[in-house]
């Protein structure tokens, strides 16, 4: 199964900050990623897909960046919504595997 | 527009089976992959597997062998079985639609909508 690697795991920052995403995949998946955010308690939702698509109705400071291994999430002007944990999954083969996560948190 | 809905018990013993089925109501079951994904307490997500409408399945061979996934189009429904449970089982249960659409020579696919989640507890 293709492992991807998140970075960081959490990371704290204020509103109006720009926040960057990193996640690595251990071979090459093309543009085959996926965002998602998950608040608690709450199912994920779908933010980016086919590495820098934004879903419809998702606010345009998220962005998608990368290709191949590695992969990038954009939030350029966090807001106090945007407070919540991070996934990538990679949908180039099956398993489907997600990153770890990455915990946005307020300063 | 689709939803999804999970259900099933909320409480399943050791050894046993946990069952939970996913409704899909605002659309059509046929098309599409239909998957489900769990979530430890305070873990990341594990993807357990998909059906097609028409019965393709895929699995995770991390679960393969304890996994059933089944479908009832006349329902609207899919299912998921997961024999020999333990304690490591404890999940919430999301059920989702992979979407797949062509795209510049290739595809693209999404997990777009999903249920609100389902928590299973393995306890005696």
């Known amino acids: 199964a293709i492992q991807m690697t998140q970075s960081p795991s959490s990371l704290s920052a204020s509103v109006g900050d720009r926040v960057t995403i990193t996640c690595r995949a251990s071979?090459?998946?093309?543009?085959?990623l996926g965002w998602y955010q998950q608040k608690p308690g709450k199912a994920p939702k779908l933010l980016i897909y086919?590495?820098?698509n934004l879903q419809s109705g998702v606010p345009s400071r998220f962005s998608g960046s990368g290709s191949g291994t590695d992969f990038t999430l954009t939030i350029s002007s966090l807001q106090p919504e945007d407070f919540a944990t991070y996934y990538c999954l990679q949908d180039y083969n099956y398993p489907r595997t997600f990153g770890q996560g990455t915990k946005v948190e307020i300063k | 527009q689709v939803q999804l809905q999970e259900s099933g018990p909320g409480l399943v013993k050791p050894s046993e089976t946990l069952s939970l089925t996913c409704t899909v109501s605002g659309g059509s079951i046929s098309s599409y992959y239909w998957t489900w994904i769990r979530q430890p307490p305070g873990k990341g997500l594990e993807w357990i597997g998909y059906i097609y409408y028409s019965g393709n399945i895929n699995y995770n061979p991390s679960l393969k062998s304890r996994v059933t996934i089944s479908i009832d189009t006349s329902k609207n429904q899919f299912s998921l079985k997961l024999s020999s449970v333990t304690a490591a089982d404890t999940a919430v249960y999301y059920c989702?639609?992979?979407?797949?659409?062509?795209?510049?020579?290739?595809?693209?696919?999404?997990?777009?909508?999903w249920g609100q989640g389902t928590l299973v507890t393995v306890s005696s």
């Open positions: 086919a590495a820098s």
């Open positions: 071979q090459g998946i093309r543009n085959d």
């Open positions: 989702a639609r992979e979407v797949v659409v062509g795209a510049r020579g290739g595809f693209d696919n999404w997990f777009d909508p």
